[in-house]
């Protein structure tokens, strides 16, 4: 039989009923008072420029999501399911290697006429939540970026999302993770969900948010979605492995193989579908396990001619009814959308308060990162008064005010760094959702970060110098040096926190910084004047020294302990070192380092977050 014959022999078969054939019985109760919008597509096409050459991802599949309606879409692995959803939330920006065609529209008007955010919001498939906080603090993070800066909407947003989520008896427990004691699996793909629902989209698109879950678990989610469908939203969601009860509760399917689509139709009318395609489903088995054994190809790239067949198969009889999909498309009593409505965009300055808020929130919950660096400060405290206690004023002392000068430097320096490249690795997955999301940008992020950390850098910054500078007797001339030395070496441990963020956002993940971090470092402490004097430093290198903080922090320690000390007749440790000029001027140069530290590292983050939004 030649495809021609079949495909007319198909159309008008009796026993080949439409997926939407029968009565359309989906009436949503469509109870919600916002925004009621429809989402379709068409002739979408999706490749992508491989090492191996093209690669056809999607094939020109069209479609359509219906206010009110819970539609899944399920293939085999590999279908294309992530790619076309990540292509209806506009997540995916066509470059060189990525072609995208077709059309997104919304009540059939193309997406690009309309602040796409303001109306559609895409759950990602990993639950990416900062662990040390609540779940109501996760919501209200959200809230406050997402739905404006009034706190009373802010709380009742928050307060409905744990109504609607079933989360108000977890409401006030941690997120948690693998360390962390905290929220069950299901819990905490709700969460994921309500950081989304909570700027009450009218468009949801979930990947997967059923993965990892047992069935009953499952099963509660995809109710909750269902209910947010009948409040007049359009929902849409891969799912993996429905079990019956689950499949039940399904509006619409569609079902995906290799980029194409072989069914779309209410859910229920699919067994019948391909029972009449002649792949029967018996009573004991779970229709959606059938289908996932009739889409399964062992290998995209190379199928074998049994698989080539049976997708031709599917392809000839989903065109042969295709006109009929689209009969049940709402149409009516859709909102008429408003093309000027713009999503809220906080300012920086909310941002920053949201985000110096989420970094308070974690250290609160973090005390022992506080419990070690206090017992780092005072046993390195202690230590040095050992080893140093009670410095003189001869040839030999002034040696050692030197040597202590330099560990000092190195020590405020080192720490800061070593601690910070560590930092943003472990933030790293947060902060790129948060970024794709359009959450906050690059420059509040690192605002943020850099104020949040700065009274605890000033706290152990303070307690370390107290510690030493009195016991070890360093210049006590005048109150002024005591203070000129405090504040240096708390904007020497500043700048070493600017070095560890710099060598953090240049790591792709904690093991890389472990390395990266101490590289970055150890020139920049060699050539701090101290193991190598300037005349003796090569000429290729010499300008290592003067982006170093080693030099300016050494500089200012030795200008300001050696100008008015009392010591030995005879002896010039600044003659002798080179150093003239004025404390500030090195102070100055601390400021301009960190400075060009900051700029430099939200030049690289947006790189990284704008690439990371094209994966
Ligand atoms: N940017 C890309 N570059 C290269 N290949 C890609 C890209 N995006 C997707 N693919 C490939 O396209 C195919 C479809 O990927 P996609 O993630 O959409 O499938 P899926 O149906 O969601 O799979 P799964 O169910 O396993 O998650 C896969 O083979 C994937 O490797």
Redesign the pocket.
């Known amino acids: 039989m030649d495809k021609k014959q079949r495909t007319e022999d198909l159309e008008s078969s009796d026993a080949l009923q439409g997926p939407n054939s029968g009565s359309y019985e989906i009436q949503p109760v469509l109870k919600s008072r916002g925004t009621i919008v429809s989402l379709s597509w068409e002739e979408i096409s ?1 490749t ?1 420029k ?1 090492h191996h050459g093209s ?1 056809e ?2 094939k020109r599949v069209s479609g359509y999501a219906n206010p009110g309606e819970l539609l899944v879409i399920m ?12 292509i209806l939330s506009n997540q ?1 920006i066509p470059h060189r ?2 072609k995208i065609s077709g059309t997104v529209k919304v009540n059939g008007d193309d997406i690009k006429n309309y602040d796409y955010p303001s109306i559609t919001r895409y759950v990602m ?1 990993q639950d990416i939540l900062q662990a040390t906080m609540t779940a109501r603090e996760a919501l209200w993070f959200a809230a406050m970026l997402k739905v404006g800066s009034d706190k009373n909407l802010v709380k009742s947003r928050v307060d409905t999302m744990l109504h609607d989520l079933k989360l108000a008896k977890v409401a006030d427990n941690l997120i948690g993770n693998e360390m962390i004691k905290g929220l069950s699996g299901g819990e905490k793909k709700r969460v994921n969900i309500g950081v989304e629902l909570i700027s009450e989209p009218s468009i949801l698109i979930l ?2 948010p059923t993965s990892g879950l047992d069935c009953f678990t499952a099963e509660v989610v995809i109710k909750l979605l269902k209910k947010q469908a009948h409040k007049g939203r359009t929902i849409i969601t ?1 799912v ?1 492995q429905p079990s019956s009860t689950m499949f039940e509760m399904f509006d619409r399917l569609i079902l ?1 193989v290799n ?1 194409h689509f072989v069914y779309q139709g209410l859910a229920r009318n699919s067994r019948l579908y391909f029972d009449n395609l002649g792949y029967v489903c018996d009573e004991y088995t779970n229709p959606p396990d059938h289908f996932m054994r009739i889409l399964s190809i062992v290998d ?1 790239n190379n199928m074998s001619d049994s698989e080539k067949d049976k997708l031709e198969n599917l392809l000839i009889s989903y065109k042969a009814q295709e006109k009929m999909i689209y009969d049940e498309t709402i149409t009516e009593n859709l909102t008429v959308l408003n093309k000027s409505m713009r999503h809220y965009v906080p300012g920086l300055f909310i941002e920053m308060r949201a985000l110096m808020w989420r970094s308070y929130v974690n250290s609160l919950r973090n005390p022992l990162l506080f419990f070690v660096k206090l017992s780092q400060a005072l046993i390195m405290g202690f230590l040095i008064d050992i080893l140093f206690r009670d410095l003189g004023y001869g040839q030999q002392q002034v040696e050692n005010r030197k040597g202590i000068l330099y560990f000092t430097t190195i020590q405020f320096i080192m720490l800061g760094s070593n601690s910070n490249s560590m930092t943003f690795p472990l933030e790293r997955p947060l902060f790129l959702k948060d970024y794709k999301e359009g959450l906050y940008g690059t420059t509040a992020f690192v605002l943020s970060k850099t104020i949040a950390e700065l009274p605890t850098q000033i706290f152990f910054t303070f307690l370390y110098v107290v510690i030493q500078y009195f016991a070890i007797d360093l210049n006590i001339e005048s109150a002024k040096q005591f203070f000129v030395f405090l504040a240096l070496s708390i904007l020497s441990h500043w700048t070493g926190c600017g070095y560890g963020n710099f060598a953090g956002v240049i790591s792709p993940n904690v093991v890389a910084s472990t390395v990266i971090g101490p590289a970055v470092a150890a020139p920049l402490m060699m050539f701090g004047g101290f193991f190598s004097n300037s005349g003796s430093l090569s000429n290729s290198f010499y300008w290592i020294k003067y982006i170093s903080s080693y030099t300016y922090t050494f500089e200012g320690f030795c200008l300001n302990e050696f100008r008015d000390l009392p010591i030995d007749k005879g002896l010039d440790p600044l003659g002798d070192l080179g150093y003239t000029g004025e404390v500030w001027e090195r102070a100055g140069c601390m400021l301009l380092i960190e400075l060009c530290l900051t700029l430099l590292i939200i030049g690289i983050l947006k790189f990284v977050g704008e690439k990371h939004k ?2």
């Not at 293939?75 to 990540?86: D, I, M, N, P």
């Open positions: 999706y992508v491989t690669n991802i999607l293939g085999s692995s590999g279908s294309g399911k992530t790619s076309l959803l990540s995916i290697s990525v498939q990947d997967e891969t993996h995906m980029g995209r094209n994966n």
